[in-house]
């Protein structure tokens, strides 16, 4: 394409990307994310912690609503165990971290914890009250007290959205807030993002009512948020999106064209069925294979892909600051 259309690419963007916005139901709780944004970022940006690097982990995926009133919505596949697993390493690794999660799916340290932990890992006895149940004793206390040393420490900022709206407002206000953290943000996007929508001003407010035949809707297409975080919401941090296929054959190649598109500085390309026991990180001049061990107990892929990320961006760091002094 040549520069002029690539400028007229881009000013379509801008016109899709606005329309979104400004159709887009208000964020209910904008405040509440606002203050728990500034309060994070003020409570980490003085004294030692003002040099620590801070990651946004996107995690679950988003829904589409069909109706304003919503009963029924399209949704995408994603159980949040990457997101909920990264997050653990990248505080182990010393980074701050915001997990932007779907409500109701994985949290960081709950991984050893049954599906309904509440239920089943409590039992009640008149005697002494409510106790954990065996076997899950060590796994309980584990996750509280990981769970709330990092909530309370500060280090961790969880952030829950539902919708594809809720999603890309809230992503859209970490990273005009981590700006001014330049090279040391860092964007670990393994969200199930939807790829069409119904815009809000052309849904049906109430329920759709069956029985008058098929369903006739149109679903526009997302605009492409990945390229505008790059070049606008966060233009000097370290972006790394995910690609998933189910059909191995067209996955890195695919990988390939979305870094080169978006300008992302990684790809983590992954399929449905292997996702848990490798990936591969796809570069500009690399493609790194990451595998668990599977005969190591308790090996998990995410702690091999964040020890190579955590190197990346150090890299990364430190040659944008060497640039930075030579110019
Ligand atoms: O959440 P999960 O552990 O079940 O799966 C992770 C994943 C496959 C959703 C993630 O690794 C990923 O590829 N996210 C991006 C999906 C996409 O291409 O839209």
Request: negative net charge; aromatic residues 6%.
């Given at each position: 394409m040549d520069v002029h259309g690539q400028q007229k690419a881009q000013e379509a963007l801008d016109v899709e990307i606005k329309s979104f916005f400004d159709s887009a139901?208000?964020?209910?709780?904008i405040e509440n994310v606002s203050e728990d944004l500034k309060k994070f970022i003020e409570m980490n940006s003085?004294?030692?912690?003002?040099a620590r690097k801070v990651v946004c982990v996107t995690s679950g995926g988003t829904t589409v609503p069909l109706e304003q009133r919503c009963v029924r919505y399209i949704d995408n596949f994603s159980s949040g165990h990457r997101g909920a697993a990264s997050t653990e390493y990248f505080l182990k690794a010393g980074y701050l971290v915001i997990f932007l999660y779907r409500k109701g799916t994985c949290q960081p340290y709950?991984?050893?914890?049954?599906?309904?932990p509440f239920l089943e890992c409590f039992e009640f006895t008149h005697e002494s009250g409510i106790q954990v149940r065996q076997p899950y004793s060590e796994a309980v206390k584990w996750a509280i007290s990981e769970h709330h040393a990092a909530v309370a420490d500060g280090t961790l900022l969880k952030l829950p959205f539902t919708t594809i709206f809720e999603y890309l407002q809230i992503l859209h206000m970490v990273a005009t807030s981590l700006r001014s953290l330049g090279p040391n943000a860092l964007f670990y996007l393994a969200a199930a993002v939807s790829d069409f929508y119904v815009p809000w001003e052309s849904m049906a407010e109430h329920k759709i009512q069956s029985g008058s035949g098929p369903l006739d809707m149109r679903l526009v297409q997302v605009p492409k948020m990945l390229s505008v975080l790059r070049?606008?919401?966060?233009?000097t941090a370290y972006c790394i999106s995910f690609k998933l296929e189910?059909?191995?054959?067209?996955l890195l190649e695919k990988a390939n064209a979305a870094l080169k598109k978006y300008k992302m500085h990684m790809v983590i390309a992954n399929e449905l069925l292997t996702r848990k026991e490798e990936v591969t990180l796809v570069t500009d001049n690399e493609n790194i294979h990451v595998r668990r061990d599977?005969?190591?107990?308790?090996?998990?892929?995410e702690k091999h892909i964040i020890e190579h990320i955590v190197e990346k961006h150090s890299t990364y760091v430190d040659n944008l600051d060497q640039k930075v002094s030579r110019d």
């Open positions: 139901p208000p964020l209910r709780n003085s004294g030692t912690r003002s709950c991984s050893l914890l049954p599906d309904y070049s606008e919401w966060a233009p189910t059909d191995v054959k067209i599977p005969k190591q107990v308790g090996d998990e892929v």
